[in-house]
């Protein structure tokens, strides 16, 4: 099966920064690959998602980037604010047969003020 | 449109205990998931199922039982509860592959 690394597992940036969380598959047949924001106490939500056939897509201040030869995408955040802290979740799915969304562990990103 | 909706919200089981965690969404979603989220490990897959009348293991199946008689619920049992299944409960549901996951509130379950 699937199988997402995701790294760091901690980020701690300072407002305005920028924070990249990168993760890395390993089904060269999975071709969706959603990120996931969770903040305290709540639910993981979608803020962005990409398709094997798009190498970037943006949207505001997050980004997400697929390099499908290496098999690894990453999430950027430009001019980081405190309510971006939250966990995020990577994700890597397939279509075609029984659809399991494979998460990576997630990465906790904190901004101080 | 409630969305997923799972009931309940917190639970403290004693060892040995049973209980149903009970997952409802209304937006006719074919597939739908019971996750756990422990501290460190991300979401790990319990069970999921693909439509009405199917269910299947994922990665940490032992322990559970699910049930999918309706295509709006999916039900998650813990036979005889463990110290263990102490965690934190998402379901999710999809309506189609490569679509975005929809997650209930989640269930934070101890079991003393």
């Known amino acids: ?113 | 449109n409630a969305g997923v909706t799972q009931t309940p919200k917190f639970r403290v089981l004693k060892t040995g205990q049973s209980m149903t965690l009970l997952c409802a969404q209304d937006m006719n979603h074919e597939y739908m998931y019971w996750y756990r989220q422990d501290p460190g490990m991300g979401l790990r897959l319990i069970h999921y199922s693909v439509g009405e009348g199917t269910t299947a293991k994922g990665e940490v199946p032992d322990g559970y039982n699910v049930s999918r008689l309706k295509k709006q619920n999916f039900l998650l049992g813990l036979e005889s509860a463990a110290p263990s299944q102490t965690s934190v409960y998402f379901c999710a549901s999809v309506d189609r592959p490569n679509t975005e996951a929809f997650f209930g509130q989640g269930t934070r379950l101890t079991v003393v």
């Open chain 1, 1 to 113: 099966g699937e199988n997402v690394e995701q790294h760091p597992s901690t980020l701690s940036v300072q407002e305005g920064d920028s924070a990249v969380i990168k993760c890395t598959y390993s089904d060269s047949a999975s071709n969706y690959f959603p990120w996931y924001k969770q903040e305290l106490g709540k639910r993981p939500q979608l803020i962005i998602d990409i398709r094997s056939n798009v190498g970037e897509k943006k949207d505001q201040r997050i980004a997400v980037t697929l390099n499908k030869t290496a098999k690894h995408f990453s999430l950027h955040i430009t001019e980081t604010q405190p309510e971006d802290s939250a966990v995020y979740f990577c994700a890597a799915g397939r279509s075609g047969g029984s659809y399991i969304p494979t998460f990576g562990r997630g990465t906790s990103l904190i901004v101080h003020p």
